[in-house]
């Protein structure tokens, strides 16, 4: 009976899952090293630790980790270490550990380019199994943040544009994204100008461009200029 479990062409060994490379960026020594040795444990490679932000940047962009571990509580603006990151290493989950439960800080954070928000504390193996998650394309959000997250997206105040076909509401993000495509910036530009992810800008687009009902940017750039405010 042949054995069904994978094997190696070249040394007949069986395959084993590729390891999740990481980088973990937080102020705490201590909370690194516990991180480090659970993830470890669990077949993570820690590739880098950093202190601050601009640190955590440095090592994001040198290692190209498949995960970057960030803390927005510390030096230098945790959040702008997540936008630099998602902008500078796009291949790279970005997943924010902190103790901050504040509904803005997961705003921003995800509008930045993060791919998910924990709180610490969670229990090491759930962490493991999150960011394999996360990894994967799922979401990774403490479910305490979930009611903030809610409250946080219902809460938003919109902006009008009104149209012949009639009046399109946007999103404050929405609205800052059309105009600057409004006055010829690219993505990139748009992305830098608003600390964001160009992931976070496409996103934007493709709902300005639904909601204006148009097919691609030049028709939604000919719509912004002749619409009333």
């Not at 084993?16 to 993830?39: K, M, Q």
């Not at 994204?177 to 600390?195: D, F, K, Q």
Request: charged letters at 25%.
């Amino acid at each position: 009976m042949d054995d069904p479990t994978p094997r190696d062409a070249h040394d007949g060994q069986a395959k084993t899952p590729e390891a999740i490379s990481v980088v973990i960026a937080d102020h705490h020594a201590a909370f690194r090293a516990g991180i480090r040795a659970a993830l470890e444990a669990d077949g993570f490679v820690i590739v880098g630790e950093a202190a601050d932000a601009s640190t955590a940047v440095s090592t994001a962009v040198l290692t190209r980790p498949d995960v970057c571990l960030v803390d927005v509580v510390m030096p230098g603006n945790g959040l702008n270490a997540v936008a630099a990151i998602a902008r500078r290493s796009p291949t790279t989950t970005i997943v924010v550990l902190t103790v901050s439960s504040d509904s803005s800080d997961l705003l921003a954070a995800l509008e930045r380019g993060a791919s998910g928000y924990l709180l610490k504390g969670m229990p090491a193996g759930e962490l493991a199994k999150t960011l394999r998650a996360a990894r994967n394309g799922e979401s990774a959000l403490s479910r305490a943040m979930l009611p903030a997250l809610i409250h946080q997206v219902r809460g938003r105040p919109q902006r009008q544009i009104s149209l012949p076909e009639g009046r399109v509401e946007l999103t404050v993000r929405e609205w800052d994204v059309a105009e600057l495509l409004r006055n010829g910036l690219s993505t990139a530009e748009i992305a830098t100008r608003l600390g964001v992810s160009p992931v976070t800008v496409r996103r934007h687009l493709a709902s300005v461009l639904k909601k204006l009902g148009v097919p691609d940017r030049q028709s939604a750039v000919r719509a912004l200029k002749t619409s009333g405010r």
